[in-house]
Protein backbone atom coordinates (compact mmCIF):
# COMPACT_ATOMS: atom_id res chain seq x y z
CA UNK A 1 0.00 0.00 0.00
CA UNK A 2 1.74 3.23 -1.04
CA UNK A 3 -0.55 5.24 1.31
CA UNK A 4 -2.05 6.95 -1.91
CA UNK A 5 -5.63 6.85 -1.99
CA UNK A 6 -7.62 7.13 -5.44
CA UNK A 7 -11.46 7.17 -5.74
CA UNK A 8 -13.40 6.14 -6.96
CA UNK A 9 -12.15 2.20 -8.13
CA UNK A 10 -14.35 1.91 -10.99
CA UNK A 11 -15.81 4.18 -13.02
CA UNK A 12 -18.61 3.59 -16.17
CA UNK A 13 -20.27 6.30 -17.69
CA UNK A 14 -21.47 7.22 -21.42
CA UNK A 15 -19.57 9.14 -24.31
CA UNK A 16 -20.73 13.24 -23.69
CA UNK A 17 -20.57 12.85 -19.90
CA UNK A 18 -18.46 14.59 -17.56
CA UNK A 19 -16.46 12.65 -14.48
CA UNK A 20 -14.56 13.61 -11.29
CA UNK A 21 -11.74 11.39 -10.27
CA UNK A 22 -10.24 12.37 -6.90
CA UNK A 23 -6.95 11.46 -5.23
CA UNK A 24 -5.64 11.82 -1.65
CA UNK A 25 -1.49 12.54 -1.33
CA UNK A 26 0.48 10.45 1.48
CA UNK A 27 0.77 11.90 4.07
CA UNK A 28 2.97 14.74 3.89
CA UNK A 29 3.68 15.13 0.22
CA UNK A 30 2.90 18.35 -1.34
CA UNK A 31 2.94 17.04 -4.93
CA UNK A 32 0.39 15.61 -6.98
CA UNK A 33 0.89 14.04 -10.49
CA UNK A 34 -1.87 12.73 -12.71
CA UNK A 35 -0.92 10.06 -15.24
CA UNK A 36 -3.24 7.99 -18.04
CA UNK A 37 -2.54 4.54 -18.99
CA UNK A 38 -3.89 3.31 -22.05
CA UNK A 39 -3.58 0.16 -24.32
CA UNK A 40 -2.71 1.93 -27.17
CA UNK A 41 -0.90 5.29 -25.86
CA UNK A 42 0.58 3.32 -22.67
CA UNK A 43 1.57 5.50 -19.39
CA UNK A 44 1.37 9.05 -19.81
CA UNK A 45 1.63 12.01 -17.76
CA UNK A 46 -0.86 14.28 -17.66
CA UNK A 47 0.07 17.04 -15.03
CA UNK A 48 1.59 18.13 -11.77
CA UNK A 49 0.90 20.67 -8.58
CA UNK A 50 2.70 21.42 -6.24
CA UNK A 51 0.85 22.56 -3.04
CA UNK A 52 -2.18 23.82 -5.10
CA UNK A 53 -0.29 25.55 -7.83
CA UNK A 54 0.07 24.06 -11.54
CA UNK A 55 4.08 22.66 -11.95
CA UNK A 56 4.07 20.58 -14.51
CA UNK A 57 1.73 20.21 -17.75
CA UNK A 58 1.79 16.77 -20.29
CA UNK A 59 -0.08 15.92 -22.74
CA UNK A 60 -3.27 16.36 -20.99
CA UNK A 61 -6.30 17.10 -23.10
CA UNK A 62 -8.36 20.59 -23.59
CA UNK A 63 -11.28 18.47 -22.32
CA UNK A 64 -9.48 17.64 -19.00
CA UNK A 65 -8.85 19.82 -16.18
CA UNK A 66 -7.16 19.29 -12.55
CA UNK A 67 -6.68 21.06 -10.02
CA UNK A 68 -4.88 20.55 -6.01
CA UNK A 69 -7.15 21.87 -3.06
CA UNK A 70 -5.81 23.79 0.10
CA UNK A 71 -6.31 20.00 1.95
CA UNK A 72 -3.70 18.76 -0.76
CA UNK A 73 -6.05 16.33 -2.15
CA UNK A 74 -6.68 16.46 -5.98
CA UNK A 75 -9.34 16.03 -8.66
CA UNK A 76 -9.09 15.48 -12.43
CA UNK A 77 -12.14 16.63 -14.08
CA UNK A 78 -12.91 14.31 -17.50
CA UNK A 79 -15.55 16.52 -19.54
CA UNK A 80 -17.11 15.67 -22.87
CA UNK A 81 -15.61 11.71 -22.73
CA UNK A 82 -15.24 9.97 -25.74
CA UNK A 83 -14.48 6.09 -26.20
CA UNK A 84 -10.90 6.82 -26.72
CA UNK A 85 -10.89 8.20 -23.12
CA UNK A 86 -10.97 4.33 -21.65
CA UNK A 87 -8.28 3.95 -19.31
CA UNK A 88 -6.74 3.71 -15.61
CA UNK A 89 -5.83 6.90 -14.69
CA UNK A 90 -3.40 7.03 -12.05
CA UNK A 91 -2.46 9.60 -9.44
CA UNK A 92 0.94 9.80 -7.50
CA UNK A 93 2.37 11.98 -4.83
CA UNK A 94 6.24 13.03 -3.86
CA UNK A 95 7.14 15.29 -0.86
CA UNK A 96 8.40 18.16 -2.92
CA UNK A 97 8.08 17.77 -6.41
CA UNK A 98 11.45 17.95 -7.08
CA UNK A 99 12.76 15.77 -10.65
CA UNK A 100 13.99 13.45 -8.51
CA UNK A 101 11.22 12.70 -5.66
CA UNK A 102 10.57 9.11 -5.52
CA UNK A 103 6.61 9.51 -6.83
CA UNK A 104 3.84 6.73 -5.11
CA UNK A 105 1.48 5.97 -7.27
CA UNK A 106 -2.07 4.95 -5.93
CA UNK A 107 -4.21 2.11 -7.11
CA UNK A 108 -5.77 3.74 -10.09
CA UNK A 109 -9.17 4.46 -11.52
CA UNK A 110 -10.49 2.46 -14.41
CA UNK A 111 -12.74 4.70 -16.70
CA UNK A 112 -14.87 2.81 -19.05
CA UNK A 113 -16.80 5.21 -21.55
CA UNK A 114 -19.41 3.44 -23.56
CA UNK B 1 9.20 15.94 -27.09
CA UNK B 2 11.03 13.03 -25.37
CA UNK B 3 10.77 9.76 -27.35
CA UNK B 4 11.41 6.97 -25.29
CA UNK B 5 11.70 3.24 -26.83
CA UNK B 6 11.91 0.25 -24.71
CA UNK B 7 13.20 -3.33 -25.45
CA UNK B 8 11.88 -6.05 -25.22
CA UNK B 9 8.13 -6.14 -25.01
CA UNK B 10 8.06 -9.63 -23.25
CA UNK B 11 10.88 -11.70 -22.24
CA UNK B 12 11.19 -15.01 -20.18
CA UNK B 13 13.62 -16.25 -18.09
CA UNK B 14 14.43 -18.96 -16.09
CA UNK B 15 14.85 -18.98 -11.83
CA UNK B 16 17.72 -17.87 -11.21
CA UNK B 17 19.20 -16.12 -14.43
CA UNK B 18 19.54 -12.67 -14.79
CA UNK B 19 17.07 -10.36 -16.99
CA UNK B 20 18.11 -7.08 -18.82
CA UNK B 21 15.72 -4.36 -20.18
CA UNK B 22 16.96 -1.77 -22.37
CA UNK B 23 15.77 1.63 -23.49
CA UNK B 24 16.51 4.61 -25.83
CA UNK B 25 15.89 7.89 -25.33
CA UNK B 26 15.98 10.77 -27.91
CA UNK B 27 16.57 14.21 -26.11
CA UNK B 28 19.76 14.72 -24.84
CA UNK B 29 18.19 17.23 -22.47
CA UNK B 30 16.71 14.03 -20.08
CA UNK B 31 18.34 14.24 -17.23
CA UNK B 32 16.79 11.74 -14.82
CA UNK B 33 15.90 8.15 -15.49
CA UNK B 34 13.48 6.23 -13.25
CA UNK B 35 12.87 2.06 -12.97
CA UNK B 36 8.72 1.12 -12.33
CA UNK B 37 7.65 -2.05 -11.42
CA UNK B 38 3.67 -2.31 -12.26
CA UNK B 39 2.42 -5.39 -11.08
CA UNK B 40 -1.03 -6.90 -12.12
CA UNK B 41 -4.06 -4.52 -10.63
CA UNK B 42 -1.80 -2.37 -9.02
CA UNK B 43 0.24 1.31 -9.77
CA UNK B 44 3.34 1.29 -10.69
CA UNK B 45 6.41 1.22 -7.97
CA UNK B 46 9.61 2.91 -8.50
CA UNK B 47 12.38 0.56 -8.16
CA UNK B 48 15.66 2.43 -8.80
CA UNK B 49 16.42 5.66 -10.86
CA UNK B 50 19.39 7.37 -11.81
CA UNK B 51 20.58 10.84 -12.68
CA UNK B 52 22.60 11.75 -15.89
CA UNK B 53 25.59 12.68 -13.86
CA UNK B 54 25.74 8.95 -12.71
CA UNK B 55 26.73 5.69 -15.02
CA UNK B 56 25.67 2.97 -12.83
CA UNK B 57 23.38 2.77 -9.93
CA UNK B 58 23.41 -1.26 -7.73
CA UNK B 59 20.46 -1.96 -5.73
CA UNK B 60 21.13 -5.27 -4.08
CA UNK B 61 19.96 -7.51 -7.32
CA UNK B 62 18.50 -4.45 -9.28
CA UNK B 63 20.98 -2.55 -11.29
CA UNK B 64 20.98 0.60 -14.61
CA UNK B 65 23.38 1.59 -16.12
CA UNK B 66 23.28 4.62 -17.99
CA UNK B 67 25.15 5.87 -21.27
CA UNK B 68 25.02 9.30 -22.17
CA UNK B 69 26.56 9.81 -25.52
CA UNK B 70 24.53 7.19 -26.60
CA UNK B 71 21.09 7.99 -25.12
CA UNK B 72 20.31 4.27 -23.90
CA UNK B 73 20.01 2.85 -20.19
CA UNK B 74 19.23 -0.77 -19.19
CA UNK B 75 17.71 -2.27 -16.05
CA UNK B 76 19.43 -5.41 -15.01
CA UNK B 77 17.91 -7.97 -12.61
CA UNK B 78 20.11 -10.64 -11.04
CA UNK B 79 19.40 -14.08 -9.83
CA UNK B 80 15.51 -13.68 -10.79
CA UNK B 81 12.91 -14.85 -8.79
CA UNK B 82 8.95 -15.69 -8.96
CA UNK B 83 8.12 -12.08 -7.34
CA UNK B 84 10.00 -10.42 -10.09
CA UNK B 85 7.76 -11.25 -12.96
CA UNK B 86 5.68 -8.12 -13.45
CA UNK B 87 5.50 -5.18 -16.24
CA UNK B 88 8.71 -2.88 -16.06
CA UNK B 89 8.72 0.58 -17.59
CA UNK B 90 11.40 3.40 -18.23
CA UNK B 91 10.94 6.63 -18.12
CA UNK B 92 12.87 9.83 -18.77
CA UNK B 93 12.51 13.34 -17.65
CA UNK B 94 12.94 16.22 -19.77
CA UNK B 95 12.10 19.48 -19.03
CA UNK B 96 9.31 19.27 -16.43
CA UNK B 97 7.60 16.34 -18.01
CA UNK B 98 7.98 12.41 -17.72
CA UNK B 99 8.11 10.01 -20.80
CA UNK B 100 7.37 6.41 -20.77
CA UNK B 101 8.26 3.45 -22.40
CA UNK B 102 5.78 1.02 -23.83
CA UNK B 103 7.05 -1.56 -20.92
CA UNK B 104 8.34 -5.10 -20.60
CA UNK B 105 6.24 -7.94 -19.24
CA UNK B 106 9.01 -10.24 -17.04
CA UNK B 107 8.05 -13.87 -16.85
CA UNK B 108 9.84 -15.52 -14.74
CA UNK B 109 9.64 -19.44 -14.67
CA UNK B 110 10.14 -21.08 -11.53
Known amino acids: DSGVTQTPKHLITATGQRVTLRCSPRSGDLSVYWYQQSLDQGLQFLIQYYNGEERAKGNILERFSAQQFPDLHSELNLSSLELGDSALYFC?????????????FGPGTRLTVL | GENVEQHPSTLSVQEGDSAVIKCTYSDSASNYFPWYKQELGKGPQLIID?????GEKKDQRIAVTLNKTAKHFSLHITETQPEDSAVYFCAARGGNQFYFGTGTSLTVIP
Open chain 1, 92 to 104: ASSKRGGFTDTQY
Open chain 2, 50 to 54: IRSNV
